[in-house]
T-cell receptor
Framework: NAGVMQNPRHLVRRRGQEARLRCSPMKGHSHVYWYRQLPEEGLKFMVYLQKENIIDESGMPKERFSAEFPKEGPSILRIQQVVRGDSAAYFC???????????FGPGTRLLVL | EDQVTQSPEALRLQEGESSSLNCSYTVSGLRGLFWYRQDPGKGPEFLFTLYSAGEEKEKERLKATLTKKESFLHITAPKPEDSATYLCAVQDSNYQLIWGAGTKLIIKP
Protein backbone atom coordinates (compact mmCIF):
# COMPACT_ATOMS: atom_id res chain seq x y z
CA ASN A 1 0.00 0.00 0.00
CA ALA A 2 1.80 3.08 -1.25
CA GLY A 3 2.04 6.08 1.01
CA VAL A 4 1.35 9.68 0.08
CA MET A 5 3.17 10.55 -3.12
CA GLN A 6 4.36 13.98 -4.13
CA ASN A 7 6.04 15.17 -7.30
CA PRO A 8 8.27 16.65 -8.25
CA ARG A 9 10.56 16.22 -5.26
CA HIS A 10 12.58 19.27 -6.27
CA LEU A 11 11.43 22.18 -8.42
CA VAL A 12 13.45 25.18 -9.55
CA ARG A 13 11.64 28.20 -10.96
CA ARG A 14 12.66 31.70 -11.93
CA ARG A 15 10.80 34.67 -10.51
CA GLY A 16 7.51 35.20 -12.33
CA GLN A 17 7.08 31.59 -13.46
CA GLU A 18 4.39 29.20 -12.31
CA ALA A 19 4.93 26.24 -9.98
CA ARG A 20 2.65 23.20 -9.93
CA LEU A 21 2.98 20.73 -7.08
CA ARG A 22 1.17 17.39 -7.18
CA CYS A 23 -0.02 15.12 -4.40
CA SER A 24 -1.56 11.65 -4.62
CA PRO A 25 -3.12 10.62 -1.29
CA MET A 26 -2.89 7.20 0.26
CA LYS A 27 -5.34 4.64 -1.05
CA GLY A 28 -8.70 5.05 0.63
CA HIS A 29 -7.99 8.62 1.77
CA SER A 30 -10.23 11.40 0.49
CA HIS A 31 -8.96 14.27 2.67
CA VAL A 32 -5.87 16.20 1.58
CA TYR A 33 -3.94 18.92 3.40
CA TRP A 34 -1.13 21.18 2.17
CA TYR A 35 1.53 22.65 4.46
CA ARG A 36 4.53 24.91 3.96
CA GLN A 37 7.74 24.64 5.93
CA LEU A 38 10.59 27.14 5.92
CA PRO A 39 14.09 26.01 6.98
CA GLU A 40 14.36 25.49 10.75
CA GLU A 41 10.67 26.38 11.19
CA GLY A 42 7.50 24.45 11.93
CA LEU A 43 4.74 23.41 9.60
CA LYS A 44 2.25 26.06 8.50
CA PHE A 45 -1.19 24.93 7.40
CA MET A 46 -2.26 26.19 4.00
CA VAL A 47 -5.38 24.43 2.75
CA TYR A 48 -7.63 21.43 3.39
CA LEU A 49 -9.52 19.77 0.54
CA GLN A 50 -11.84 16.89 -0.09
CA LYS A 51 -12.66 15.56 -3.53
CA GLU A 52 -13.80 18.56 -5.63
CA ASN A 53 -14.20 20.79 -2.56
CA ILE A 54 -12.04 23.26 -0.65
CA ILE A 55 -12.97 22.85 3.01
CA ASP A 56 -10.59 25.32 4.66
CA GLU A 57 -8.18 27.68 2.90
CA SER A 58 -7.57 29.95 5.86
CA GLY A 59 -3.80 29.46 5.69
CA MET A 60 -3.39 30.15 2.02
CA PRO A 61 -2.20 33.54 0.73
CA LYS A 62 -5.05 35.34 -1.00
CA GLU A 63 -3.08 36.04 -4.17
CA ARG A 64 -1.12 33.79 -6.51
CA PHE A 65 -1.88 30.55 -4.63
CA SER A 66 -4.63 28.10 -5.49
CA ALA A 67 -5.36 24.45 -4.81
CA GLU A 68 -7.65 21.81 -6.23
CA PHE A 69 -8.48 18.17 -5.69
CA PRO A 70 -10.42 16.97 -8.74
CA LYS A 71 -12.67 13.94 -8.90
CA GLU A 72 -9.97 12.10 -10.82
CA GLY A 73 -6.26 12.59 -10.39
CA PRO A 74 -3.97 14.15 -7.82
CA SER A 75 -4.41 17.27 -5.75
CA ILE A 76 -2.54 20.24 -7.17
CA LEU A 77 -1.11 23.27 -5.41
CA ARG A 78 -0.47 26.02 -7.91
CA ILE A 79 1.67 29.07 -7.31
CA GLN A 80 1.54 31.75 -9.98
CA GLN A 81 4.23 34.39 -10.58
CA VAL A 82 6.55 32.92 -7.97
CA VAL A 83 8.76 35.17 -5.86
CA ARG A 84 11.90 34.31 -3.87
CA GLY A 85 9.86 34.24 -0.66
CA ASP A 86 7.94 31.24 -2.00
CA SER A 87 11.07 29.10 -1.67
CA ALA A 88 10.22 26.44 0.90
CA ALA A 89 9.33 22.79 1.36
CA TYR A 90 5.70 22.04 0.59
CA PHE A 91 4.20 18.97 2.22
CA CYS A 92 0.99 17.18 1.45
CA UNK A 93 -0.80 14.96 3.95
CA UNK A 94 -3.86 12.77 3.62
CA UNK A 95 -6.34 11.14 5.97
CA UNK A 96 -9.32 8.82 5.78
CA UNK A 97 -11.54 11.32 7.59
CA UNK A 98 -11.20 14.73 9.24
CA UNK A 99 -10.61 13.29 12.69
CA UNK A 100 -8.16 10.56 11.74
CA UNK A 101 -4.38 10.70 11.56
CA UNK A 102 -2.76 12.67 8.75
CA UNK A 103 0.02 10.87 6.87
CA PHE A 104 2.62 12.94 5.07
CA GLY A 105 4.36 12.71 1.75
CA PRO A 106 8.07 13.34 1.20
CA GLY A 107 7.53 16.95 0.19
CA THR A 108 8.40 19.15 -2.77
CA ARG A 109 11.30 21.53 -2.30
CA LEU A 110 10.71 24.67 -4.32
CA LEU A 111 13.60 26.99 -5.08
CA VAL A 112 12.88 30.32 -6.73
CA LEU A 113 15.88 31.94 -8.40
CA GLU B 1 -5.91 31.72 21.02
CA ASP B 2 -5.00 28.09 20.35
CA GLN B 3 -1.29 27.54 20.81
CA VAL B 4 1.28 24.75 20.98
CA THR B 5 4.71 25.25 22.55
CA GLN B 6 7.46 22.67 22.45
CA SER B 7 10.51 22.65 24.70
CA PRO B 8 13.40 22.55 24.60
CA GLU B 9 14.09 23.83 21.08
CA ALA B 10 17.11 21.54 20.89
CA LEU B 11 18.41 18.72 23.07
CA ARG B 12 21.76 16.97 22.91
CA LEU B 13 22.11 13.65 24.72
CA GLN B 14 24.69 10.94 24.97
CA GLU B 15 23.69 7.54 23.67
CA GLY B 16 21.81 5.78 26.47
CA GLU B 17 20.93 9.00 28.33
CA SER B 18 17.16 9.06 28.86
CA SER B 19 15.18 12.31 28.76
CA SER B 20 11.80 13.87 27.94
CA LEU B 21 10.46 16.35 25.41
CA ASN B 22 7.59 18.64 26.34
CA CYS B 23 4.56 19.84 24.38
CA SER B 24 2.36 22.40 26.15
CA TYR B 25 -0.93 23.43 24.60
CA THR B 26 -3.94 25.67 24.96
CA VAL B 27 -6.79 24.70 22.68
CA SER B 28 -10.55 24.85 22.78
CA GLY B 29 -12.08 21.43 22.37
CA LEU B 30 -9.08 19.13 22.10
CA ARG B 31 -9.83 16.28 19.69
CA GLY B 32 -6.41 14.66 19.88
CA LEU B 33 -2.68 15.24 20.28
CA PHE B 34 -0.26 13.89 17.68
CA TRP B 35 3.48 13.23 17.77
CA TYR B 36 5.54 13.02 14.59
CA ARG B 37 9.21 12.52 13.84
CA GLN B 38 10.87 14.40 10.98
CA ASP B 39 14.28 13.57 9.54
CA PRO B 40 16.16 16.19 7.48
CA GLY B 41 14.83 16.44 3.95
CA LYS B 42 11.85 14.17 4.64
CA GLY B 43 8.20 14.45 5.52
CA PRO B 44 6.91 14.01 9.08
CA GLU B 45 6.46 10.40 10.12
CA PHE B 46 3.53 9.59 12.40
CA LEU B 47 4.38 8.22 15.85
CA PHE B 48 1.41 8.48 18.26
CA THR B 49 -2.07 9.84 18.81
CA LEU B 50 -3.36 10.56 22.33
CA TYR B 51 -6.99 11.42 22.93
CA SER B 52 -7.56 11.89 26.65
CA ALA B 53 -5.69 12.86 29.82
CA GLY B 54 -3.97 9.89 31.40
CA GLU B 55 -3.50 8.05 28.14
CA GLU B 56 -0.09 6.58 27.33
CA LYS B 57 1.33 5.02 24.16
CA GLU B 58 4.65 3.23 23.65
CA LYS B 59 6.77 2.30 20.67
CA GLU B 60 10.25 0.87 21.08
CA ARG B 61 12.25 3.46 23.09
CA LEU B 62 9.51 6.11 22.94
CA LYS B 63 6.60 6.66 25.30
CA ALA B 64 4.05 9.45 24.99
CA THR B 65 1.85 10.67 27.83
CA LEU B 66 -0.93 13.25 28.01
CA THR B 67 -2.35 15.54 30.69
CA LYS B 68 -4.94 18.30 30.36
CA LYS B 69 -2.26 20.89 29.60
CA GLU B 70 0.74 19.08 28.15
CA SER B 71 2.21 15.97 26.66
CA PHE B 72 5.59 14.40 27.22
CA LEU B 73 7.59 12.25 24.84
CA HIS B 74 9.91 10.15 26.95
CA ILE B 75 12.89 8.58 25.26
CA THR B 76 14.60 5.74 27.09
CA ALA B 77 18.22 4.76 26.38
CA PRO B 78 18.27 6.57 23.03
CA LYS B 79 20.43 5.55 20.10
CA PRO B 80 21.99 7.80 17.43
CA GLU B 81 19.26 6.75 14.97
CA ASP B 82 16.72 8.44 17.26
CA SER B 83 18.21 11.79 16.24
CA ALA B 84 15.50 13.81 14.49
CA THR B 85 13.12 16.71 15.00
CA TYR B 86 10.05 15.70 17.00
CA LEU B 87 6.87 17.57 16.20
CA CYS B 88 3.75 17.88 18.32
CA ALA B 89 0.34 18.92 16.98
CA VAL B 90 -3.07 19.30 18.62
CA GLN B 91 -6.36 18.88 16.82
CA ASP B 92 -8.97 21.50 17.70
CA SER B 93 -12.77 21.26 17.68
CA ASN B 94 -12.77 21.97 13.91
CA TYR B 95 -10.33 19.09 13.36
CA GLN B 96 -7.58 21.50 12.30
CA LEU B 97 -4.04 20.66 13.46
CA ILE B 98 -2.08 23.35 15.30
CA TRP B 99 1.65 22.63 15.22
CA GLY B 100 4.50 23.29 17.59
CA ALA B 101 7.88 24.40 16.24
CA GLY B 102 9.51 21.08 17.15
CA THR B 103 12.37 19.84 19.30
CA LYS B 104 15.59 18.94 17.52
CA LEU B 105 17.04 15.89 19.25
CA ILE B 106 20.69 14.92 18.74
CA ILE B 107 22.00 11.66 20.19
CA LYS B 108 25.79 11.44 20.29
CA PRO B 109 27.43 7.99 20.14
Amino acid sequence: NAGVMQNPRHLVRRRGQEARLRCSPMKGHSHVYWYRQLPEEGLKFMVYLQKENIIDESGMPKERFSAEFPKEGPSILRIQQVVRGDSAAYFCASSRSAQETQYFGPGTRLLVL
Amino acid sequence: EDQVTQSPEALRLQEGESSSLNCSYTVSGLRGLFWYRQDPGKGPEFLFTLYSAGEEKEKERLKATLTKKESFLHITAPKPEDSATYLCAVQDSNYQLIWGAGTKLIIKP
